[in-house]
């Protein structure tokens, strides 16, 4: 067991947490959820996604966001770029991070971006090349580490590889994603170890779902291996895309409730973050899903 | 790291689950509960509460549950019996199983029972005295063994101590409750350390409540230590008392799906289980708080 001392959370509540939402969501909200979250001492803040409006219409005002933020000293705001196009367009608006996004799962990844794993890897690869000539930093995801909404099971050697994949290619940190929620503690550690093999620990990240309510079992397990980057998303954000009416992203504030309670440290102020969640949440008319939040609410 | 290879439940949920809840839930639908609950592989499950209907209006009936609940093989049917009168009537129903309830915090005992802790352990006395001479298990409960309401911060040497009476006493097993919830894993552990101190492992569970999204997380973590023993309810009914709309009990499904996870046998059909909590949920007109039972339903 090393615990990590601190942790950095990553937070998505903005992008991946808001991306699915049907009823668009005004600019000015989404600028203020940042802001609200950057003044919570969330220090790393995914602010948007340069997609076509065509297959993610929420995410349409990404130029409107990326240069409407009013940046704070020590955030960086991050957006997910999953092609040359849409780096170009980050790149315009001054991003200084991005990210790409793999799956571990074959059928995942015909499914959700219509080509192979490893043809997915080479489309990142012009990608990596400009944003490392743009002096951009890019983080890697990898989906359905847990497990796949088609395929079930997936092998922790095939989440290896293509995190591996994804790190040899140049990306700074690889966020290794439970995109269904199905993962319990000993697999998210059986798949840790295998990445950890070919990725030293502090560029590995966990972005848990909480599909299952295993989410924090899960974050607990994997900070006994020393993981020291977790990905959340305010007032869990989010919800399933494959499973309706349950719980995606784990709230941001039951992480933050945890690490405090374990005494680590992540410079966030729990009571302004669970503000911010209900404040969103009551902006966006949807249930606050993390449990801290409503019990510290309703004591 | 010693993890148990097999886990009993303790079904709470028709005694803790439904004690609060303010509307008449008919008996007949209280005994279907239990049914259901021992058809799904729970082989213990605490049936009713022996205290006065002025109290808890809704265990009014505990007469009547106890004496109609069709006995199914190799499962208990308990109660908790806080008192001579209570296991008078219970011993009348032919229960083979009660339990008696202290806490950590002399604040909560207070408020709670209107008695110092050492003077409701004396109480116990006689409860467990004539227990035994009927032949009847008694199983004992400590409250506030991770933080208390009125006093926060519980020291584990009082944890401990409160144990220990109790099963010096007679009790056959210890139940440790964070009954608001407030606990997080190395908390969990270094408490339970120092109840293991005086008794046997085997000879205590873990009744964790979700109220900050933890429970999950805590009870991996005691896991981890050998415990075997789980107290939760089933769909999470209960609610916590001391945090208006927020959760109590862990959901029993969540638990089952984390030992599934972790290869850790329990004996219990998580779907016969969720079909139970749906049920329930529905008859009584509340949320299913199992969020493994919401995504297995909405796949």
């Known amino acids: ?8 959370l990553v937070e998505v509540g903005p992008r991946d947490g808001l991306q699915n939402e049907p009823e668009a969501i005004a600019t000015a909200t989404k600028l203020e959820l ?8 969330l220090a790393h803040i995914e602010a948007a996604s340069f997609v076509s409006p065509k297959w993610v219409p929420q995410m349409a005002d990404h130029r409107e966001v990326m240069t409407g933020l009013t940046r704070r000293n020590g955030i960086v705001y991050s957006a997910l770029t999953p092609n ?18 793999g799956a571990a799962s074959e ?15 080479k489309r990142f690869a012009p990608v990596l090349e400009r944003a490392k000539a ?44 439970d995109t269904i929620g199905t993962g319990t503690p000993l697999k998210a550690k059986r798949m840790l170890e295998a990445v950890a093999r070919d990725i030293p620990m502090d560029k590995l990240a966990a972005h848990f779902h909480d599909t ?41 504030e039951d992480v933050v409730y945890l690490l405090d309670g ?5 410079g966030i102020d729990l009571d302004k973050l669970a503000e911010t969640g209900h ?16 019990a510290l609410a309703s004591r």
């Open 212 to 252: 299952y309510g295993q989410a924090l079992a899960n974050l607990y397990a994997v900070l006994e291996e020393g993981v020291a980057v977790i990905d959340s998303s305010v007032a869990g954000l989010g919800g399933c895309p494959y499973a309706k009416g349950a719980s995606g992203n784990v709230a941001s």
């Open 84 to 101: 040359l196009k849409g780096l170009e367009a980050a790149l315009e608006c001054g991003v200084e991070e991005v990210a790409v996004f």
């Open 34 to 41: 940042i802001d609200r979250l950057g003044a919570a001492g």
């Open 134 to 177: 743009a002096n951009v930093r890019v983080r890697g995801y990898v989906s359905c580490v847990l497990g796949c909404p088609y395929e079930g099971e997936i092998a922790p050697a095939k989440v290896a590889e293509v995190a591996k994949a994804l790190f040899d290619m140049g990306c700074y940190e690889v966020s290794l994603g």
């Open 262 to 266: 374990l005494g680590i440290e992540s």
């Open 1 to 8: 067991m090393t615990f990590p001392t601190s942790v950095r």
């Open 279 to 294: 404040w969103i949440t009551q902006a966006i008319g949807r249930p606050n899903r993390s449990k801290a939040s409503v």
């Open 107 to 121: 059928a995942f990844s015909q499914k959700n971006i219509n080509c192979s794993v490893a043809e997915s890897l």
